[in-house]
């Protein structure tokens, strides 16, 4: 029986990509022969029209991702595990280097909150904007608190500056809308 596979988009630094994922196998794996796409719900879109094409419902599509996002969560765990002999861990900046990930990614999602924000205020406001204050104070504790690689303290500090950017501009924005509904109201009085 072929492997099969199914298509979904991802984040990838400030693009969204389309990724492939085989059952059983780690992943989704980035697919660059279809290059960046400028927001995810294009790359979404192209991943569905893929998936359409293999005559795959998304309920399986979903299934065969979820089955390759789990088995690469397997080998991560199996990899830190085999850091542990005798109680005692040989080797701390693996671990490290996946809670950076972490930090990078939770960044990311902080600057994705702000986004929505921007796009199109709704009841879920404030909660996207705390949670990205929240990865933002995350992220400069971890700073703080360990001892990091030059190369990751780079890779953080940049992701802090766009999401302290991304929540200025959120805040900006949505201090001009509260002052508008507020010249609204003064003019109804």
Not at 4 to 17: C, E, H, P
Not at 69 to 95: C, H, K, Q, V, Y
């Amino acid at each position: 029986m072929q492997d099969r596979l199914a298509f979904t988009a991802k984040y990838w630094g400030d693009a969204a990509v389309v990724c492939r994922a085989v059952e059983g196998r780690p992943g989704p794996i980035v697919d660059q022969e279809f290059g960046e796409f400028a927001t995810w719900t294009q790359a979404n879109a192209f991943a569905t029209r893929l998936n359409e094409g293999l005559e795959m419902n998304p309920a399986e599509a979903e299934q065969i991702i979820t089955s390759a996002i789990l088995r690469a969560s397997e080998l991560l765990r199996a990899a830190d595990n085999r850091e542990f002999a005798g109680g005692t861990r040989r080797s701390a900046p693996a671990g490290r280097a996946i809670r950076v990930q972490f930090i990078l990614a939770e960044l990311d999602l902080g600057v994705t909150f702000c986004r929505i924000v921007r796009c199109k205020a709704s009841e879920n406001t404030e909660r996207l904007l705390r949670n990205a204050r929240k990865a933002f104070f995350s992220a400069m504790h971890y700073v703080q608190r360990c001892e990091l690689a030059p190369c990751d303290v780079e890779a953080i500090t940049v992701r802090l500056v766009k999401l302290q950017e991304a929540l200025q501009e959120s805040l900006t924005q949505q201090e001009s809308a509260m002052l508008a509904e507020g010249d609204g109201w003064a003019d109804s009085v």
